[in-house]
Structure formats: structure tokens, C-alpha cells
């Protein structure tokens, strides 16, 4: 069971930036493709940025595409989303997950989630 911690949420300006990390405590995500999701209120989970187990391949959601960016270092054991240009509408709960596939996009193919960090965006 591959357990993992959000941490960097928090309120932040329209315009404004803010860095998301997960970590993982139990294992090694060296292995694993590691995707960034959010939920807003009322809507579906939606894929924002997905990096491979080599870090060489990345993916992005239409949402963060040019201004969100993936990426990790296996040495701390930890996946980082730098957001810029933060719009309301980015507003969510933002969740790190662990897939043992290669850069999907889908919910359904990441095996082990994180509890989320809120992220709200203030206009």
C-alpha cells in the first residue's frame, strides 16, 4: 500500500502561484507514474498533470496546460505541481496519486490516492 501526503494548498490571489508536493512515506515511487487530480464542488475529478516513472514523459489536462508544471525528484521521494497563473477556477481539492501504468490520464487507473490539499483562488 503505497501511502501518500499532499502538502502546499492554501489561499492564494487570482495571478498568484502556489507549489503542491507529495510524498510518500511507505515506498519508493520510483516505479510509479505520479498524476496530480482535482474536484471543485459539484463537478467530476479531473486530470491536471500526470509525469512517468522516469520523469522523461509528461501529461497535462487542458486546465493547467502552460501553466501548471510536473515533475519529481525520486531522491526525496516526492512529486511537485507548481501552479502559476491561478484563476478562480482552479479552485479544488487537489489529489496526488500512484499508477503502475504508464501516464494515464484516468481516475480509474491510479491505484493509490493521497486525501488532497485544498487549493482556493481568491478574485
Same mark, same amino acid.
Given at each position: 500500500?503505497?501511502?501518500?501526503v ?7 490571489? %487570482? =495571478?498568484? +502561484?502556489? &507549489?503542491? $508536493? ?8 520510483? *516505479? ?11 463537478k467530476?475529478?479531473?486530470?491536471? %498533470? =500526470?509525469? +512517468?516513472? &522516469?520523469? $522523461? ?8 496546460? *502552460? ?38 490520464r ?18
Open positions: 500500500q503505497v501511502q501518500l499532499e502538502s502546499g494548498g492554501g489561499l492564494v490571489q %487570482a =495571478g498568484g +502561484s502556489l &507549489s503542491l $508536493s507529495c510524498a510518500a512515506s511507505s515506498h519508493r515511487l520510483s *516505479g510509479y507514474t505520479m498524476g496530480w487530480f482535482r474536484q471543485a464542488p459539484g467530476e475529478r479531473e486530470f491536471v %498533470a =500526470g509525469i +512517468s516513472w &522516469s520523469g $522523461s514523459s509528461t501529461s497535462y489536462g487542458d486546465s493547467g496546460k *502552460g501553466r501548471f508544471t510536473i515533475s519529481r525528484v525520486d531522491a526525496k521521494n516526492t512529486v511537485y505541481l507548481q501552479m502559476n497563473s491561478l484563476e478562480p477556477e482552479d479552485t479544488a481539492v487537489y489529489y496526488c496519486a500512484a499508477s503502475t501504468l504508464f501516464l494515464r484516468r481516475d480509474s487507473e491510479y491505484s493509490f490516492w493521497g486525501l488532497g490539499t485544498q487549493v482556493t483562488v481568491s478574485s
